[in-house]
Each structure stands twice: as C-alpha cells, then as structure tokens.
C-alpha cells in the first residue's frame, strides 16, 4: 500500500530536506521528459542505472512523486474554453465535485479557498454550450449557493510540473 502524505502530520520542508542535489537534478530530469530512461539519467548524471532506479523508487514511496502521467494538449482534443469558476458553498468545501460523474470529463483543478469563494474550478470545455451546462449543473447542487464564472482569454501559462520549483540551495 501506497504512503500517504499528511500536512498535518508533518511539515514539508522535512520532506526537502531528505532530498540531496542528485534527488534534485534526478526530480528536473524527469519534469522535462516523464518518459526518460533511467539509462539516460544515469549517462547524464554519472550514476548507476540501480542508483537512479533506487531515487526514483525512494521519492515514489516517500509521495514527492505522486505518478506519472502524459501532459495532455487539451486543444489537440477539441477543448479550446478554459473557464475560472468561483463557487460559494454551504459548508465551505468543493471536494465534492471530484466524486460526480457529471463533472469529471471537465475538472482540471478544484481548490478550496480562502477569500470571496470557498472554491475554484479551473475546466476545460468544448464550446460555451458545454460550459453553460456545467454551470446549470453545478447551480442545481444543494451545497453551491452562488457562481461566478471567468472565461480565459489566453493562456500565458499552463504547465504541470515542477518548473516553477527553485531547486538551487
């Protein structure tokens, strides 16, 4: 059985702070190519094939990598509407959207908040007549009092992995 990481259990910095340069440059390797062999990573970074094997094993197990999936270029599939969807709900939470079916085909990310809203969705739809049935949707829950709803014009960024982590000490 997988071990689960608990922020409440634990601080993350202890988490970084069992990572060493190689860990670090082993996690970049892999965030720019998923599919890289551990061969490969061990030719680029002057290590054996099991110490990479080891690593990777290592940060698997201690949930810094979660899993390893495609980046999918969600345009290539039909959807071009991204949409921000503020939610104010009775009892603060909006985990309940990952669990219904109707959703699922359009969930990106749902967070709960602080602020204005108790959540935010980021969805991706096909055209604004998919959109405007998610929203119908959505309104017709016991639990979502209100909506406020954001189309993205252009997307500046949007990316998955770990880039944005500064892995300098």
Do not use: C, W
């Not at 910095?13 to 892999?30: G, R």
């Amino acid at each position: 059985m997988k071990e689960e990481y608990n922020v409440f259990e634990e601080e993350p910095e202890n988490l970084a702070l069992s990572m060493d340069n190689l860990d670090k440059k082993i996690l970049e390797l892999l965030s720019d190519d998923g599919r890289k062999s551990y061969r490969k990573i061990s030719r680029e970074l002057g290590v054996s094939v099991g110490t990479v094997h080891n690593r990777v094993d290592k940060l698997t197990k201690t949930g810094i990598i979660n899993k390893f999936v495609p980046v999918i270029n969600h345009e290539k599939l039909g959807y071009t509407l991204t949409a921000i969807i503020g939610l104010e709900i009775k009892g603060g939470s909006v985990s309940f959207l990952t669990d219904k079916e109707e959703f699922k085909d359009n969930l990106l990310a749902v967070y709960d908040v602080t602020g204005q809203f108790d959540g935010i969705v980021i969805a991706k739809f096909r055209n604004t007549f998919e959109l405007n049935k998610f929203i119908k949707l959505l309104l017709k829950e016991d639990t979502v009092i209100r909506s406020y709803t954001q189309t993205v014009l252009n997307i500046v960024k949007e990316e998955l992995n770990t880039s944005m982590i500064n892995f300098e000490d």
